[in-house]
Protein backbone atom coordinates (compact mmCIF):
# COMPACT_ATOMS: atom_id res chain seq x y z
CA UNK A 1 0.00 0.00 0.00
CA UNK A 2 1.36 3.25 -0.71
CA UNK A 3 1.71 6.09 1.85
CA UNK A 4 -1.27 7.80 -0.54
CA UNK A 5 -3.68 5.17 -0.19
CA UNK A 6 -2.79 4.93 3.96
CA UNK A 7 -3.44 9.02 4.07
CA UNK A 8 -6.45 8.15 2.01
CA UNK A 9 -7.52 5.67 4.07
CA UNK A 10 -7.35 7.15 7.19
CA UNK A 11 -8.77 10.28 6.26
CA UNK A 12 -11.88 8.26 5.38
CA UNK A 13 -12.57 7.45 9.31
CA UNK A 14 -13.11 11.10 9.56
CA UNK A 15 -15.07 14.41 8.87
CA UNK A 16 -13.14 17.33 7.43
CA UNK A 17 -12.92 20.25 10.23
CA UNK A 18 -16.31 22.06 10.17
CA UNK A 19 -18.24 18.85 10.40
CA UNK A 20 -16.66 18.10 13.24
CA UNK A 21 -17.21 21.25 15.17
CA UNK A 22 -20.59 21.67 13.97
CA UNK A 23 -21.81 18.46 15.22
CA UNK A 24 -19.83 18.62 18.57
CA UNK A 25 -21.41 22.07 18.77
CA UNK A 26 -24.81 20.86 17.74
CA UNK A 27 -24.69 17.49 20.50
CA UNK A 28 -23.20 20.27 23.43
CA UNK A 29 -25.87 22.63 22.47
CA UNK A 30 -28.50 19.95 23.13
CA UNK A 31 -26.98 18.67 26.44
CA UNK A 32 -26.90 22.37 27.74
CA UNK A 33 -30.42 23.13 26.79
CA UNK A 34 -31.91 19.52 27.95
CA UNK A 35 -29.22 18.77 30.81
CA UNK A 36 -27.67 22.02 31.71
CA UNK A 37 -30.50 24.02 31.99
CA UNK A 38 -32.54 22.42 34.16
CA UNK A 39 -30.48 21.79 36.51
CA UNK A 40 -29.29 25.48 36.66
CA UNK A 41 -32.94 26.35 37.03
CA UNK A 42 -33.04 24.35 40.12
CA UNK A 43 -30.02 26.12 41.72
CA UNK A 44 -31.79 29.61 40.77
CA UNK A 45 -35.38 29.54 41.86
CA UNK A 46 -34.36 27.64 45.30
CA UNK A 47 -32.05 30.60 45.80
CA UNK A 48 -34.79 33.22 44.49
CA UNK A 49 -34.87 34.88 47.78
CA UNK A 50 -31.85 34.60 48.82
CA UNK A 51 -29.40 31.76 51.73
CA UNK A 52 -32.15 32.69 54.13
CA UNK A 53 -34.92 31.64 52.76
CA UNK A 54 -33.24 28.69 51.33
CA UNK A 55 -32.59 27.63 55.17
CA UNK A 56 -35.72 28.35 56.69
CA UNK A 57 -37.19 25.97 53.75
CA UNK A 58 -35.22 23.21 54.46
CA UNK A 59 -35.62 23.66 58.41
CA UNK A 60 -39.06 23.43 58.42
CA UNK A 61 -40.17 20.29 60.26
CA UNK A 62 -42.28 18.73 57.39
CA UNK A 63 -38.95 18.90 55.08
CA UNK A 64 -37.46 17.35 57.73
CA UNK A 65 -39.69 14.78 58.33
CA UNK A 66 -39.85 14.22 54.19
CA UNK A 67 -36.12 13.67 54.16
CA UNK A 68 -35.81 11.33 56.95
CA UNK A 69 -38.38 9.31 55.84
CA UNK A 70 -36.75 9.40 52.37
CA UNK A 71 -33.37 8.26 54.13
CA UNK A 72 -35.01 5.68 56.39
CA UNK A 73 -36.88 3.93 53.10
CA UNK A 74 -33.56 4.31 51.23
CA UNK A 75 -31.94 2.38 54.54
CA UNK A 76 -34.14 -0.08 54.37
CA UNK A 77 -34.68 -1.42 50.25
CA UNK A 78 -31.18 -1.20 49.12
CA UNK A 79 -29.52 -3.36 51.81
CA UNK A 80 -32.94 -5.92 51.08
CA UNK A 81 -32.28 -5.34 47.41
CA UNK A 82 -28.26 -6.14 47.86
CA UNK A 83 -28.72 -9.36 49.48
CA UNK A 84 -30.90 -10.40 46.87
CA UNK A 85 -29.04 -9.31 44.24
CA UNK A 86 -26.17 -11.11 44.95
CA UNK A 87 -28.18 -14.13 45.97
CA UNK A 88 -29.13 -14.09 43.05
CA UNK A 89 -25.68 -13.33 41.02
CA UNK A 90 -24.52 -16.25 42.64
CA UNK A 91 -27.03 -18.48 41.92
CA UNK A 92 -27.43 -17.17 38.54
CA UNK A 93 -23.99 -16.78 37.37
CA UNK A 94 -22.45 -19.73 39.08
CA UNK A 95 -24.82 -22.91 37.94
CA UNK A 96 -26.56 -24.13 35.13
CA UNK A 97 -29.69 -24.81 36.05
CA UNK A 98 -33.30 -25.03 33.23
CA UNK A 99 -35.23 -21.79 33.13
CA UNK A 100 -32.38 -19.58 34.54
CA UNK A 101 -32.99 -17.02 31.23
CA UNK A 102 -36.73 -16.65 31.82
CA UNK A 103 -35.24 -15.82 35.38
CA UNK A 104 -33.51 -13.15 34.50
CA UNK A 105 -36.26 -12.03 32.49
CA UNK A 106 -38.70 -12.24 35.79
CA UNK A 107 -35.92 -10.44 37.78
CA UNK A 108 -35.25 -7.21 35.11
CA UNK A 109 -39.45 -7.20 35.31
CA UNK A 110 -40.02 -4.32 37.47
CA UNK A 111 -37.71 -2.26 35.22
CA UNK A 112 -40.42 -2.77 32.24
CA UNK A 113 -43.85 -1.63 34.75
CA UNK A 114 -45.06 1.36 34.61
CA UNK A 115 -44.35 3.20 38.47
CA UNK A 116 -47.93 3.92 38.74
CA UNK A 117 -49.06 0.36 38.21
CA UNK A 118 -45.92 -0.74 40.60
CA UNK A 119 -47.61 1.32 43.24
CA UNK A 120 -51.29 -0.20 42.30
CA UNK A 121 -50.52 -3.46 42.75
CA UNK A 122 -49.53 -2.90 46.79
CA UNK A 123 -52.89 -1.52 47.09
CA UNK A 124 -54.38 -4.33 45.79
CA UNK A 125 -52.90 -6.50 48.17
CA UNK A 126 -52.74 -4.75 50.98
CA UNK A 127 -55.38 -1.58 50.55
CA UNK A 128 -58.59 -1.79 52.83
CA UNK A 129 -60.51 -3.56 49.51
CA UNK A 130 -57.36 -5.39 48.91
CA UNK A 131 -56.35 -9.45 49.52
CA UNK A 132 -54.78 -8.81 52.76
CA UNK A 133 -56.96 -6.15 53.46
CA UNK A 134 -59.64 -7.25 55.83
CA UNK A 135 -56.92 -9.17 57.83
CA UNK A 136 -54.71 -6.58 58.17
CA UNK A 137 -57.17 -3.75 59.26
CA UNK A 138 -58.36 -6.45 61.84
CA UNK A 139 -55.18 -6.56 63.19
CA UNK A 140 -54.59 -3.18 63.20
CA UNK A 141 -52.03 -3.14 60.63
CA UNK A 142 -51.05 -0.67 58.21
CA UNK A 143 -48.87 -0.96 55.48
CA UNK A 144 -50.79 0.85 52.26
CA UNK A 145 -50.90 4.85 52.99
CA UNK A 146 -48.34 3.96 55.25
CA UNK A 147 -44.19 3.67 55.69
CA UNK A 148 -44.15 0.19 55.25
CA UNK A 149 -46.01 0.34 51.80
CA UNK A 150 -43.85 3.17 50.76
CA UNK A 151 -40.35 0.76 51.54
CA UNK A 152 -42.25 -2.39 49.56
CA UNK A 153 -42.78 0.31 46.61
CA UNK A 154 -39.21 1.82 46.72
CA UNK A 155 -37.87 -1.81 46.96
CA UNK A 156 -39.96 -3.23 43.97
CA UNK A 157 -38.82 -0.32 41.43
CA UNK A 158 -35.15 -0.39 42.70
CA UNK A 159 -35.71 -4.88 42.82
CA UNK A 160 -33.09 -5.37 39.52
CA UNK A 161 -30.22 -2.80 39.43
CA UNK A 162 -27.66 -4.63 41.66
CA UNK A 163 -29.02 -7.95 40.52
CA UNK A 164 -28.20 -7.02 36.69
CA UNK A 165 -25.39 -5.38 37.19
CA UNK A 166 -23.73 -8.44 39.33
CA UNK A 167 -25.16 -11.14 36.85
CA UNK A 168 -23.14 -10.31 33.35
CA UNK A 169 -19.97 -9.35 35.70
CA UNK A 170 -19.67 -12.96 37.35
CA UNK A 171 -20.63 -14.76 34.43
CA UNK A 172 -17.89 -13.18 32.61
CA UNK A 173 -15.34 -14.22 35.80
CA UNK A 174 -16.48 -17.44 35.17
CA UNK A 175 -16.11 -20.06 38.70
CA UNK A 176 -12.06 -21.33 38.26
CA UNK A 177 -11.23 -18.87 41.16
CA UNK A 178 -13.93 -20.02 43.36
CA UNK A 179 -13.40 -23.73 42.40
CA UNK A 180 -9.73 -23.27 43.43
CA UNK A 181 -10.72 -21.84 46.60
CA UNK A 182 -12.94 -24.65 47.47
CA UNK A 183 -10.79 -27.56 46.24
CA UNK A 184 -8.13 -25.69 48.67
CA UNK A 185 -10.02 -26.68 51.26
CA UNK A 186 -11.44 -22.88 52.06
CA UNK A 187 -15.60 -22.87 53.14
CA UNK A 188 -18.44 -21.48 51.09
CA UNK A 189 -18.43 -17.63 53.21
CA UNK A 190 -14.24 -17.49 52.83
CA UNK A 191 -14.83 -18.41 49.03
CA UNK A 192 -16.87 -15.22 48.67
CA UNK A 193 -15.58 -12.89 51.13
CA UNK A 194 -11.94 -13.02 49.91
CA UNK A 195 -12.43 -14.47 46.31
CA UNK A 196 -15.57 -13.08 44.36
CA UNK A 197 -16.25 -10.30 46.31
CA UNK A 198 -12.76 -8.37 45.71
CA UNK A 199 -13.73 -9.13 41.92
CA UNK A 200 -17.06 -7.70 42.28
CA UNK A 201 -16.78 -4.68 44.32
CA UNK A 202 -16.99 -2.17 41.92
CA UNK A 203 -19.97 -3.47 39.95
CA UNK A 204 -21.56 -3.57 43.18
CA UNK A 205 -20.82 -0.65 44.10
CA UNK A 206 -21.78 1.15 40.74
CA UNK A 207 -25.17 -0.93 41.47
CA UNK A 208 -25.33 -0.01 44.85
CA UNK A 209 -25.09 3.95 43.76
CA UNK A 210 -27.93 3.20 40.81
CA UNK A 211 -30.45 1.37 42.96
CA UNK A 212 -29.77 4.23 46.14
CA UNK A 213 -30.32 7.40 43.73
CA UNK A 214 -33.48 5.68 42.25
CA UNK A 215 -34.75 4.29 45.98
CA UNK A 216 -34.34 8.20 47.11
CA UNK A 217 -35.93 9.91 44.01
CA UNK A 218 -39.07 7.39 43.16
CA UNK A 219 -42.09 10.19 42.97
CA UNK A 220 -44.97 7.61 40.49
CA UNK A 221 -44.98 4.48 42.75
CA UNK A 222 -44.85 6.15 46.04
CA UNK A 223 -47.14 8.23 45.12
CA UNK A 224 -49.78 5.74 45.27
CA UNK A 225 -49.11 4.15 48.37
CA UNK A 226 -48.41 7.22 50.37
CA UNK A 227 -51.18 9.00 51.11
CA UNK A 228 -49.69 11.68 51.01
CA UNK A 229 -49.44 12.53 55.10
CA UNK A 230 -47.58 15.86 55.55
CA UNK A 231 -45.04 14.87 57.80
CA UNK A 232 -45.49 11.65 58.11
CA UNK A 233 -45.87 9.46 54.81
CA UNK A 234 -44.45 11.75 52.36
CA UNK A 235 -40.83 11.33 50.84
CA UNK A 236 -38.70 14.04 49.53
CA UNK A 237 -39.58 14.13 46.27
CA UNK A 238 -43.59 14.48 47.40
CA UNK A 239 -42.81 16.58 49.59
CA UNK A 240 -41.25 18.59 46.72
CA UNK A 241 -45.16 18.14 44.98
CA UNK A 242 -46.90 19.37 47.85
CA UNK A 243 -44.73 22.35 48.18
CA UNK A 244 -45.14 23.24 44.36
CA UNK A 245 -48.30 22.69 44.11
CA UNK A 246 -49.41 25.28 47.09
CA UNK A 247 -47.53 27.43 45.05
CA UNK A 248 -44.32 27.75 47.61
CA UNK A 249 -41.81 27.32 44.44
CA UNK A 250 -38.68 28.70 46.65
CA UNK A 251 -39.46 25.91 49.58
CA UNK A 252 -40.37 23.45 46.77
CA UNK A 253 -36.80 24.21 44.75
CA UNK A 254 -34.99 23.94 47.94
CA UNK A 255 -35.65 20.31 48.47
CA UNK A 256 -35.47 19.75 45.19
CA UNK A 257 -32.11 21.55 45.17
CA UNK A 258 -31.42 18.39 47.81
CA UNK A 259 -32.18 15.51 45.49
CA UNK A 260 -30.32 17.13 42.12
CA UNK A 261 -27.34 17.28 44.68
CA UNK A 262 -27.66 13.99 45.37
CA UNK A 263 -27.94 13.01 41.51
CA UNK A 264 -24.91 14.86 40.77
CA UNK A 265 -22.83 12.50 43.68
CA UNK A 266 -24.38 9.51 42.37
CA UNK A 267 -22.64 10.67 38.51
CA UNK A 268 -20.02 11.81 40.38
CA UNK A 269 -19.13 8.40 42.51
CA UNK A 270 -20.65 6.50 39.15
CA UNK A 271 -17.74 8.39 37.00
CA UNK A 272 -15.18 7.46 39.60
CA UNK A 273 -16.13 3.83 40.02
CA UNK A 274 -16.35 3.34 36.17
CA UNK A 275 -12.64 4.89 35.97
CA UNK A 276 -11.77 2.56 38.41
CA UNK A 277 -12.58 -0.44 37.46
CA UNK A 278 -11.34 0.57 33.72
CA UNK A 279 -7.71 1.00 35.64
CA UNK A 280 -7.69 -1.98 37.36
CA UNK A 281 -8.94 -4.18 34.24
CA UNK A 282 -5.83 -2.41 32.10
CA UNK A 283 -3.33 -3.28 34.89
CA UNK A 284 -4.66 -6.61 34.92
CA UNK A 285 -4.20 -6.95 30.56
CA UNK A 286 -0.91 -5.58 30.64
CA UNK A 287 0.64 -7.76 32.98
CA UNK A 288 3.21 -10.32 30.91
CA UNK A 289 1.88 -13.26 29.90
CA UNK A 290 2.10 -16.04 32.51
CA UNK A 291 4.79 -19.06 31.31
CA UNK A 292 2.98 -21.90 30.82
CA UNK A 293 3.27 -23.93 33.60
CA UNK A 294 0.81 -26.86 33.72
CA UNK A 295 -1.15 -28.28 31.03
CA UNK A 296 -4.29 -26.25 31.16
CA UNK A 297 -6.92 -25.42 28.93
CA UNK A 298 -8.87 -22.13 29.54
CA UNK A 299 -12.64 -21.84 30.27
CA UNK A 300 -12.74 -19.55 26.74
CA UNK A 301 -9.19 -19.97 24.43
CA UNK A 302 -9.79 -16.53 22.98
CA UNK A 303 -10.37 -14.25 25.82
CA UNK A 304 -8.94 -15.48 28.86
CA UNK A 305 -10.87 -12.66 31.03
CA UNK A 306 -13.64 -10.83 29.58
CA UNK A 307 -13.53 -7.35 30.71
CA UNK A 308 -17.72 -6.36 31.46
CA UNK A 309 -17.78 -3.00 31.07
CA UNK A 310 -20.38 -1.28 34.12
CA UNK A 311 -23.00 -0.08 32.76
CA UNK A 312 -26.18 1.47 33.82
CA UNK A 313 -28.05 -0.62 31.78
CA UNK A 314 -31.20 1.20 33.09
CA UNK A 315 -34.36 1.72 34.29
CA UNK A 316 -37.50 1.28 31.87
CA UNK B 1 -13.90 -25.08 32.75
CA UNK B 2 -10.89 -27.60 33.49
CA UNK B 3 -12.18 -30.89 34.23
CA UNK B 4 -8.76 -32.06 35.66
CA UNK B 5 -9.71 -29.70 38.57
CA UNK B 6 -12.17 -31.60 39.79
CA UNK B 7 -12.14 -34.72 41.63
CA UNK B 8 -12.09 -38.06 39.55
CA UNK B 9 -15.44 -38.89 40.64
CA UNK B 10 -17.29 -36.20 39.29
CA UNK B 11 -15.18 -36.02 35.68
CA UNK B 12 -18.32 -37.93 34.23
CA UNK B 13 -21.12 -36.01 34.97
CA UNK B 14 -22.13 -32.95 32.73
CA UNK B 15 -23.28 -30.68 35.69
CA UNK B 16 -20.61 -31.54 38.03
CA UNK B 17 -18.57 -28.75 37.58
CA UNK B 18 -21.35 -26.68 39.07
CA UNK B 19 -21.45 -28.87 42.14
CA UNK B 20 -18.15 -28.04 43.60
CA UNK B 21 -19.20 -24.43 44.63
CA UNK B 22 -21.64 -24.71 47.76
CA UNK B 23 -24.90 -22.86 47.93
CA UNK B 24 -26.99 -23.22 45.10
CA UNK B 25 -30.04 -24.00 47.07
CA UNK B 26 -29.90 -21.15 49.42
CA UNK B 27 -29.02 -18.78 46.73
CA UNK B 28 -31.61 -20.05 44.60
CA UNK B 29 -34.13 -20.65 47.01
CA UNK B 30 -33.71 -17.09 48.51
CA UNK B 31 -33.55 -15.62 44.78
CA UNK B 32 -37.13 -17.44 44.06
CA UNK B 33 -38.68 -16.10 47.27
CA UNK B 34 -37.84 -12.88 47.69
CA UNK B 35 -38.72 -13.04 43.45
CA UNK B 36 -42.07 -13.97 44.03
CA UNK B 37 -42.76 -11.98 47.30
CA UNK B 38 -42.19 -8.70 46.09
CA UNK B 39 -42.74 -8.81 42.49
CA UNK B 40 -44.74 -12.17 41.34
CA UNK B 41 -47.75 -12.24 43.96
CA UNK B 42 -48.22 -8.41 43.96
CA UNK B 43 -48.63 -8.60 40.38
CA UNK B 44 -50.91 -11.23 40.07
CA UNK B 45 -53.14 -9.57 41.99
CA UNK B 46 -53.45 -7.08 39.20
CA UNK B 47 -54.43 -10.02 36.85
CA UNK B 48 -56.98 -11.71 39.30
CA UNK B 49 -58.97 -8.48 40.09
CA UNK B 50 -59.05 -8.05 36.10
CA UNK B 51 -60.44 -11.13 35.72
CA UNK B 52 -63.08 -10.65 38.52
CA UNK B 53 -64.27 -7.99 36.14
CA UNK B 54 -66.98 -9.03 33.34
CA UNK B 55 -66.29 -8.10 30.17
CA UNK B 56 -68.71 -5.22 29.37
CA UNK B 57 -66.83 -3.48 32.78
CA UNK B 58 -63.61 -4.17 31.59
CA UNK B 59 -63.96 -2.66 27.62
CA UNK B 60 -65.91 0.42 29.63
CA UNK B 61 -63.15 1.13 31.37
CA UNK B 62 -60.47 0.63 28.98
CA UNK B 63 -62.08 2.45 26.25
CA UNK B 64 -64.18 5.30 27.31
CA UNK B 65 -63.47 8.56 25.33
CA UNK B 66 -61.35 9.94 27.86
CA UNK B 67 -59.18 7.04 28.36
CA UNK B 68 -58.80 6.76 24.42
CA UNK B 69 -57.36 9.86 24.16
CA UNK B 70 -54.71 9.62 27.01
CA UNK B 71 -53.44 6.25 25.29
CA UNK B 72 -53.26 8.67 21.90
CA UNK B 73 -51.30 11.23 23.85
CA UNK B 74 -49.05 9.08 26.05
CA UNK B 75 -48.05 6.84 22.83
CA UNK B 76 -48.33 9.79 20.55
CA UNK B 77 -46.13 11.83 22.78
CA UNK B 78 -43.82 8.74 23.69
CA UNK B 79 -43.25 8.02 20.06
CA UNK B 80 -42.07 11.61 19.08
CA UNK B 81 -40.11 11.55 22.09
CA UNK B 82 -37.99 8.42 21.62
CA UNK B 83 -37.72 9.56 17.85
CA UNK B 84 -36.07 12.90 18.49
CA UNK B 85 -33.98 10.71 20.87
CA UNK B 86 -32.79 8.59 18.39
CA UNK B 87 -31.43 11.52 16.53
CA UNK B 88 -29.70 13.21 19.24
CA UNK B 89 -28.39 10.70 21.30
CA UNK B 90 -27.03 9.29 17.90
CA UNK B 91 -25.54 12.78 17.71
CA UNK B 92 -24.25 12.83 21.13
CA UNK B 93 -23.14 9.37 20.95
CA UNK B 94 -21.03 9.94 18.08
CA UNK B 95 -19.58 12.74 18.85
CA UNK B 96 -18.57 11.53 22.05
CA UNK B 97 -17.09 8.69 20.67
CA UNK B 98 -15.42 10.14 17.21
CA UNK B 99 -14.53 13.41 18.42
CA UNK B 100 -12.22 14.83 21.62
CA UNK B 101 -13.22 18.43 22.91
CA UNK B 102 -12.38 19.54 26.35
CA UNK B 103 -14.73 18.94 29.23
CA UNK B 104 -15.86 15.23 27.09
CA UNK B 105 -15.38 13.45 30.66
CA UNK B 106 -17.79 16.09 31.94
CA UNK B 107 -20.65 15.84 29.38
CA UNK B 108 -19.97 11.86 29.49
CA UNK B 109 -20.93 11.74 32.98
CA UNK B 110 -23.60 13.81 32.25
CA UNK B 111 -25.69 12.37 29.80
CA UNK B 112 -26.90 9.85 32.85
CA UNK B 113 -28.76 12.78 34.28
CA UNK B 114 -31.78 11.79 33.56
CA UNK B 115 -31.47 8.52 35.49
CA UNK B 116 -29.99 9.60 38.09
CA UNK B 117 -31.97 12.71 38.97
CA UNK B 118 -35.65 11.93 40.84
CA UNK B 119 -38.84 12.27 38.12
CA UNK B 120 -40.07 15.09 40.32
CA UNK B 121 -37.49 17.13 40.31
CA UNK B 122 -36.86 17.13 36.47
CA UNK B 123 -40.80 17.90 36.06
CA UNK B 124 -41.12 21.49 38.25
CA UNK B 125 -37.49 22.24 36.87
CA UNK B 126 -38.45 22.19 33.00
CA UNK B 127 -41.16 23.44 33.92
CA UNK B 128 -39.91 26.84 35.63
CA UNK B 129 -37.98 26.83 32.49
CA UNK B 130 -40.75 26.65 29.89
CA UNK B 131 -43.83 28.62 31.58
CA UNK B 132 -44.62 31.70 30.33
CA UNK B 133 -42.79 33.60 32.53
CA UNK B 134 -39.75 30.85 32.24
CA UNK B 135 -36.08 31.08 30.93
CA UNK B 136 -36.91 29.93 28.44
CA UNK B 137 -41.04 30.75 28.04
CA UNK B 138 -41.00 34.15 28.22
CA UNK B 139 -38.92 34.08 24.49
CA UNK B 140 -41.23 31.95 22.96
CA UNK B 141 -44.80 33.09 24.66
CA UNK B 142 -44.81 36.18 22.47
CA UNK B 143 -43.99 34.46 19.74
CA UNK B 144 -47.20 32.01 19.70
CA UNK B 145 -45.27 28.93 20.83
CA UNK B 146 -46.41 27.01 24.19
CA UNK B 147 -44.03 24.37 25.74
CA UNK B 148 -45.96 23.74 28.97
CA UNK B 149 -49.07 22.90 30.42
CA UNK B 150 -50.11 21.11 27.06
CA UNK B 151 -49.06 18.36 24.90
CA UNK B 152 -45.88 19.85 23.69
CA UNK B 153 -44.96 19.76 27.62
CA UNK B 154 -45.21 15.89 27.54
CA UNK B 155 -42.86 14.98 24.74
CA UNK B 156 -40.07 17.94 26.01
CA UNK B 157 -40.30 16.08 29.54
CA UNK B 158 -40.17 12.73 27.61
CA UNK B 159 -37.19 13.70 25.75
CA UNK B 160 -35.20 14.32 28.67
CA UNK B 161 -36.24 11.15 30.07
CA UNK B 162 -35.46 9.29 27.37
CA UNK B 163 -31.99 10.40 26.50
CA UNK B 164 -29.74 8.27 28.53
CA UNK B 165 -30.91 5.08 26.23
CA UNK B 166 -30.01 5.42 22.60
CA UNK B 167 -26.16 7.33 23.85
CA UNK B 168 -25.99 4.29 26.14
CA UNK B 169 -26.71 1.90 23.51
CA UNK B 170 -24.98 3.14 20.66
CA UNK B 171 -21.88 4.64 22.36
CA UNK B 172 -20.31 0.90 23.02
CA UNK B 173 -21.66 0.01 19.40
CA UNK B 174 -19.34 2.62 17.85
CA UNK B 175 -16.82 2.21 20.24
CA UNK B 176 -16.26 -1.42 18.73
CA UNK B 177 -16.77 -0.67 15.13
CA UNK B 178 -13.85 -1.56 13.07
CA UNK B 179 -12.00 1.27 11.70
CA UNK B 180 -10.40 -0.90 8.89
CA UNK B 181 -13.92 -1.32 6.92
CA UNK B 182 -14.32 2.62 6.94
CA UNK B 183 -10.57 2.64 5.14
CA UNK B 184 -11.69 0.07 3.06
CA UNK B 185 -14.67 1.82 1.96
CA UNK B 186 -12.78 5.14 1.82
CA UNK B 187 -10.24 3.11 -0.61
CA UNK B 188 -13.01 2.12 -3.01
CA UNK B 189 -13.81 5.19 -3.69
CA UNK B 190 -16.80 5.66 -0.92
CA UNK B 191 -17.63 9.27 0.06
CA UNK B 192 -17.76 9.98 3.59
CA UNK B 193 -21.83 10.41 3.59
CA UNK B 194 -21.77 6.57 1.56
CA UNK B 195 -19.19 5.19 4.23
CA UNK B 196 -21.59 5.95 7.21
CA UNK B 197 -24.75 5.47 5.50
CA UNK B 198 -23.45 2.50 4.28
CA UNK B 199 -20.89 0.87 6.58
CA UNK B 200 -21.62 2.13 10.20
CA UNK B 201 -25.15 2.86 10.03
CA UNK B 202 -26.40 -0.78 9.18
CA UNK B 203 -24.04 -1.96 12.10
CA UNK B 204 -25.31 0.91 14.68
CA UNK B 205 -28.78 0.05 13.63
CA UNK B 206 -29.68 -2.85 15.91
CA UNK B 207 -28.86 -0.72 19.09
CA UNK B 208 -30.28 2.24 17.87
CA UNK B 209 -33.35 0.40 17.43
CA UNK B 210 -33.10 -0.98 21.25
CA UNK B 211 -32.41 2.36 22.69
CA UNK B 212 -35.71 3.35 20.41
CA UNK B 213 -37.78 0.87 22.36
CA UNK B 214 -36.28 0.99 25.73
CA UNK B 215 -37.00 4.89 25.41
CA UNK B 216 -40.10 4.30 24.17
CA UNK B 217 -41.32 1.69 26.89
CA UNK B 218 -39.28 3.65 29.44
CA UNK B 219 -41.63 7.00 28.34
CA UNK B 220 -44.87 5.20 28.13
CA UNK B 221 -44.88 4.37 31.86
CA UNK B 222 -43.73 7.74 33.08
CA UNK B 223 -45.44 9.90 35.58
CA UNK B 224 -43.31 11.62 37.32
CA UNK B 225 -41.77 14.54 35.04
CA UNK B 226 -44.67 14.44 32.90
CA UNK B 227 -47.64 15.52 35.17
CA UNK B 228 -45.94 18.51 36.54
CA UNK B 229 -45.65 19.98 32.82
CA UNK B 230 -48.27 18.94 31.16
CA UNK B 231 -51.17 20.72 32.72
CA UNK B 232 -53.43 17.77 33.13
CA UNK B 233 -56.26 18.38 30.89
CA UNK B 234 -58.71 15.58 30.53
CA UNK B 235 -59.00 14.95 26.78
CA UNK B 236 -55.99 17.17 25.76
CA UNK B 237 -52.81 16.65 28.21
CA UNK B 238 -53.79 13.78 30.23
CA UNK B 239 -51.23 10.49 30.57
CA UNK B 240 -52.83 6.78 31.14
CA UNK B 241 -51.10 6.41 34.26
CA UNK B 242 -52.53 9.84 35.74
CA UNK B 243 -55.56 7.93 34.52
CA UNK B 244 -55.10 5.57 36.73
CA UNK B 245 -54.50 7.49 39.26
CA UNK B 246 -57.45 9.60 38.58
CA UNK B 247 -59.42 6.32 38.85
CA UNK B 248 -57.98 5.51 42.56
CA UNK B 249 -58.50 8.53 44.10
CA UNK B 250 -62.13 8.17 43.10
CA UNK B 251 -61.92 4.39 44.84
CA UNK B 252 -62.56 3.30 41.39
CA UNK B 253 -60.58 0.24 42.19
CA UNK B 254 -61.74 -1.85 38.98
CA UNK B 255 -61.28 0.75 36.41
CA UNK B 256 -57.47 1.53 37.94
CA UNK B 257 -57.21 -2.02 37.58
CA UNK B 258 -58.49 -2.58 33.82
CA UNK B 259 -56.30 0.29 32.70
CA UNK B 260 -53.11 -0.84 34.65
CA UNK B 261 -53.61 -4.08 32.70
CA UNK B 262 -53.34 -3.27 29.73
CA UNK B 263 -50.99 -0.80 30.02
CA UNK B 264 -48.89 -4.14 31.82
CA UNK B 265 -49.69 -5.95 28.44
CA UNK B 266 -48.20 -3.55 26.14
CA UNK B 267 -44.86 -3.04 28.90
CA UNK B 268 -44.88 -7.02 28.15
CA UNK B 269 -44.54 -6.90 24.54
CA UNK B 270 -42.00 -3.93 24.81
CA UNK B 271 -40.05 -5.69 26.75
CA UNK B 272 -40.13 -8.83 24.36
CA UNK B 273 -39.30 -6.79 21.40
CA UNK B 274 -36.58 -5.03 23.46
CA UNK B 275 -35.24 -8.86 24.51
CA UNK B 276 -35.53 -9.93 20.54
CA UNK B 277 -33.68 -6.58 19.10
CA UNK B 278 -31.07 -7.29 21.49
CA UNK B 279 -30.73 -10.79 20.88
CA UNK B 280 -30.32 -9.30 17.38
CA UNK B 281 -27.78 -7.46 18.29
CA UNK B 282 -26.07 -10.06 19.53
CA UNK B 283 -25.82 -12.44 16.72
CA UNK B 284 -24.85 -9.51 14.62
CA UNK B 285 -21.45 -8.82 16.93
CA UNK B 286 -21.09 -12.34 17.15
CA UNK B 287 -20.53 -12.38 13.29
CA UNK B 288 -18.61 -9.91 13.07
CA UNK B 289 -16.04 -11.22 15.26
CA UNK B 290 -15.65 -14.53 13.50
Known sequence: MT???VRTAQRG????????????????????LFLVLPLAAVATEALRNGWDAYWEALKEPDAWAAIRLTLITAAI??????????????????????????????????????????????????????????????????????????????????????????????QAQGNEEEQAAIVLGATGWQTFWHVTLPNIKWGLLYGVIL?????????????????????????????????????QSVAAFAVASLLALLA?????????????????????????PEPPSAPSTPANPSEPYVHVPLASRAAI | MTTAALPSSAAGQRRAPARVLPGFNITLGYTLLYLSLIVLIPLSTLVF????????????????????????????????????????????AWVLVRYSFPGKKIVDALVDLPFALPTAVAGISLTALLAGNGWIGQYLEPLGIQLAFNPNGVVIALIFIGLPFVVRTVQPVLEDAEKELEEAATCLGATRWQTFSKVIFPTILPALLTGFAMAFARAVGEYGSVIF???????????????????????????????????????????????GLQAWQRARTAGNSQ
Not at chain 1, 14 to 30: I, K, P, Q
Not at chain 1, 237 to 247: A, T
Not at chain 1, 264 to 288: G, Q
Not at chain 2, 64 to 79: E, H, I, M, Q
Request: aromatic content about 12%; some cysteine.
Open chain 2, 49 to 92: KTFTLTWPQFWEAVSSPRVLASYRLTFGASFIAALVNVVAGLLV
Open chain 1, 264 to 288: LVTLVIKSVVEWRSEREFKAVADLP
Open chain 1, 13 to 32: TTESAWVRYTLTALALAFMA
Open chain 2, 229 to 275: IAGNMPMISEITPLIIIGKLEQYDYAGATAVATVMLVISFVLLLVIN
Open chain 1, 211 to 247: CNARAMGEFGAVSVVSGHIRGQTNTMPLHVEVLYNEY
Open chain 1, 77 to 170: AVPLNLVFGVAAAWAIAKYEFRGKSFLTTLIDLPFSVSPVVAGLIYVLVFGAQGWLGPWLAEHDIKIVFAVPGIVLATIFVTFPFIARELIPLM
Open chain 1, 3 to 5: RQT
